[in-house]
């Protein structure tokens, strides 16, 4: 019988040890996720790839700071999202007409299929999820998309999880409003907690605020520093 496929965590310290194609094969497993996250972060094929390569070269360099105390998974999305954040922060900085006159990129085709494109996005939705605020886009893009739970988003962006509801919640909003969808905002209710995972989720009144960047929530596994 075939032997089953190596643990990440398994390739991982196979490359520390030296065995550089260990590393070749952690890229080949997760690429497709990668750039698919990176593209619906970025909407730009051209962007995706960039933020892509980066993430890999971040990890390449802090892999012997990963202890396993989280999924590997769990820290290439983080270090995924923060190529994203400094791609997108990079694109606002650059001069109006290198940008062109529509600041909003034009989507492309999505990649070849991983486990999120079973959760397939419209054109038009695509498109006015890039209008919703990057903190908001990368919680919506990680749990509705990627079908990851509300602790493992948390990990990833560094945040509380009633931050991560709160985000999902003003995210679905936003993404509703740019599709022309006007969402009523529900009555503040104090007796109210936060909503439970997998239900409608509620305003978090301890939410940081959405400027905050995923690793801005103080040191955590992977982080990568500036």
């Known amino acids: 019988m075939p032997e089953p496929p190596a643990r990440d965590e398994d390739l991982v310290r196979r490359y520390l040890s030296g065995d550089r194609a260990a590393f070749a094969a952690l890229v080949e497993r997760h690429e497709r996720r990668v750039y698919n996250l990176a593209l619906r972060m970025t909407g730009r094929e051209e ?9 890999f070269l971040t990890v390449l360099r802090k892999l012997s700071s990963f202890r ?33 006159e ?25 498109q006015a999820l890039l209008q919703v605020p990057e903190d908001f886009r990368a919680v919506m893009i990680l749990h509705d998309v ?28 936003a993404l509703a409003r740019a599709m022309g969808i006007e969402r009523p905002e529900p009555v ?7 909503a439970a995972s997998g239900g409608s989720p509620g ?10 960047r995923a690793d801005a929530a103080g040191p955590s596994e992977g982080t990568v520093s500036p």
């Open 47 to 55: 962007d995706a790839r960039d933020a892509a390569q980066d993430a």
């Open 68 to 100: 396993g105390e989280a999924a590997f998974t769990t820290w290439l999305h983080r270090v995924t999202v923060n190529a994203c954040y400094d791609l997108l922060r990079k694109r606002q900085r650059a001069p109006v007409l290198e940008r062109g």
């Open 102 to 126: 529509d600041d909003l990129p034009a989507l492309e085709p999505p990649p070849a299929p991983d486990h999120a494109d079973a959760s397939s996005l419209s054109i038009d939705v695509q």
């Open 146 to 173: 990627h079908d990851l739970r509300q602790e493992e988003v948390a990990a990833i962006v560094g945040v509380p999880i009633g931050t991560v509801k709160s985000r999902l919640h003003r995210g679905r909003i």
């Open 188 to 194: 503040a209710d104090a007796s109210e907690g936060p």
């Open 203 to 212: 305003t978090d009144p301890g939410a940081q605020r959405s400027g905050e």
